[in-house]
């Protein structure tokens, strides 16, 4: 695939958290629907578009944007990506996007700037956005405000999540959500990472506590 060098040289060599774009490689099917929040430059929505998925990528910040439609277009994948300016969160509104150490560590709640914020409830009842089959979820921070605005397509579309989990209180109100939602929880609190599959969907055989998100 094809990547901009000024963004992840780990990208072209196929080193940037291999172990969980190999989970999404072997499991994402073609013509199931992936969405991406938090696409960052589109490592993992270029992953499922090459795997035949139609990828929805959310991505509120305008750089990082710049980068993930360059990517999208370089490798031929426009037909099977959507691009979306905004941030994904408990419900539609706006709200502050702070700049954090990198492109990829920025979150909602404070900044310099206002970004739009949608639900994904709101999102698949408006038709914007199919129900996913597949969610990746990383957020820094805003993991179960995602989850939250996606509690009755998860109800009513049991899907497989990949969730990067950013601190302990996150981690127990994202399990706790799932579980509620009826979710087999694959967990490794040391990584940080959640793996959640609702009613119907296969568990695929994988050591959670050697995923890198």
């Keep these: 695939m094809r990547f901009s060098l000024a963004t992840r040289t780990r990208f072209l ?36 578009a090459k795997a035949g ?3 929805h990528a959310f991505e509120p910040h305008a750089a990082n944007l710049k980068f ?35 492109s990829g560590s920025r979150s909602l709640g404070a900044g310099q ?6 639900s994904i409830d709101s999102l698949v009842a408006s038709g914007a956005c199919e129900p996913p089959d597949w969610m990746k979820i990383d957020v820094q ?20 999540i990949a969730c990067a989990v950013h601190g302990h209180v996150a981690m127990d109100e994202c399990t706790a959500r799932l579980r509620d939602l009826g979710y087999t929880l694959l967990r490794a609190k040391e990584k940080s990472v959640i793996l959640a599959f ?16």
């Design 13 to 48: 060599r196929g080193t940037y958290e291999h172990r969980i774009a190999e989970l999404f490689g072997r499991e994402v099917r073609p013509g199931e629907v992936f969405l991406d929040a938090g696409a960052h430059f589109g490592y993992y929505t270029l992953l499922a």
């Design 53 to 55: 998925a139609r990828v």
């Design 68 to 102: 993930l439609a360059a990517h999208v277009r370089w490798n031929g994948l426009g037909d099977h990506v959507t691009i979306h300016a905004s941030a994904l969160g408990a419900a539609d509104g706006n709200a502050e996007f702070g700049v954090g150490r990198g």
């Design 113 to 118: 700037g206002a970004v739009e914020v949608r």
């Design 141 to 160: 921070g805003a993991e179960d405000d995602v989850l939250a605005g996606a509690s009755e397509t998860l109800r009513n579309k049991p899907c497989s």
């Design 198 to 213: 609702g009613p119907g969907r296969a568990v695929p055989d994988v050591d959670v506590a050697s995923l890198d998100m």
